[in-house]
């Protein structure tokens, strides 16, 4: 059974930082493409940063250049930085594997004050 752990979000000033982390049991995340996922209140959930197995990244643009995914494979978790936070970054952050194939974790949220 594939179980997907979001801790690490909160509540920060724009401009500030966070890092999320996403704790994975039941598949290894080295092998597998990982997703960061996010959805605003009244709006539908986003893929906001991919990582391959090979290690390419790839992110939307509305986040380039301030969030980065990276993964432990050894502690089998999956991160996101965020920089340079803004009030439209705030969400619920959720992560998953194979775009989105297993059940949805709890998911963290996010909220960024102006």
């Known amino acids: ?12 000033q724009a401009g500030g930082f966070l890092r999320l982390s996403c704790a ?3 598949i290894s995340i ?3 493409l990982m997703d960061w996922y996010r959805q605003a209140p009244g709006k539908q959930r986003e893929l906001v940063a991919r990582i391959t197995s090979g290690g390419n990244t790839i992110y939307a643009d ?9 993964r432990d494979d ?3 978790t999956v991160y996101l930085q965020m920089n340079s936070l803004k009030p439209e970054d705030t969400a619920d952050y959720y992560c998953n594997a194979r775009g989105g194939w297993y059940p ?5 949220e996010v909220t960024v004050s102006s």
């Open 104 to 108: 949805w974790g709890q998911g963290t």
């Open 24 to 26: 994975v049991s039941g």
């Open 74 to 76: 050894a502690k089998n």
């Open 30 to 32: 080295s092998t597998n």
């Open 62 to 70: 509305s986040v380039k250049g301030r969030f980065t995914i990276s």
């Open 1 to 12: 059974q594939v179980q997907l752990v979001e801790p690490g979000g909160g509540l920060v």
